[in-house]
């Protein structure tokens, strides 16, 4: 019995670890290839604020892991530095942030600051068009 209960255990790691490979290659390709990037920067406002020194050793496939595997984290800026519209937040296109008027939560101008250029992923700037908007001339809200 142990034999079995061993083998079956066996098996099943097998199946895993294969399975695990397969996921860690399609998250691997979702992230992007940086083998041939010279200019690897992360993508502002991440959900795990990484910076562009984490992803500067993603260039030129110089690490394959963490956070270079990971979508939504780094990308290559050998375009001039261009977010993908796939990595675009709201307040991408936008220079300046500010506050709506007369808004629910009180939130101020100075709050809404940190949603430009899709610097920050969360509260205030997670309510777009509730809590923050794009002022008028510095671009708009994606």
């Known amino acids: 019995m142990n034999t079995i209960r061993s083998s079956t255990i066996t098996l099943l790691v097998v199946i ?3 399975f695990m490979m397969v996921v860690t290659q399609q998250i691997a390709d979702a992230a992007g290839d940086f ?4 200019n690897v920067i992360s993508v502002p406002g991440n959900s ?12 030129n496939g110089g690490q394959e892991w963490y ?3 990971e979508p939504g984290m780094c990308y290559c800026a050998d375009n001039g530095g261009t977010v993908p ?3 675009w937040g709201p307040f991408t296109p ?3 942030a500010i506050a709506v008027p007369g808004n629910s939560k ?3 101008d100075a709050a809404c600051l940190a949603c430009s250029n899709n610097g920050r992923a969360f509260y205030p700037c997670n309510q777009p068009g509730v809590l923050c908007m794009c ?3 510095h671009g708009y809200m994606y």
């Open 16 to 18: 895993v670890t294969g």
């Open 67 to 69: 956070p270079c595997d």
């Open 94 to 96: 936008c220079t300046k």
């Open 85 to 87: 519209k796939a990595y």
């Open 106 to 108: 009180n939130v101020q």
């Open 48 to 59: 795990k604020n990484v910076d562009d020194s984490d992803c500067e050793i993603c260039a």
């Open 135 to 137: 002022a008028a001339g």
């Open 35 to 38: 083998d041939t990037c010279n």
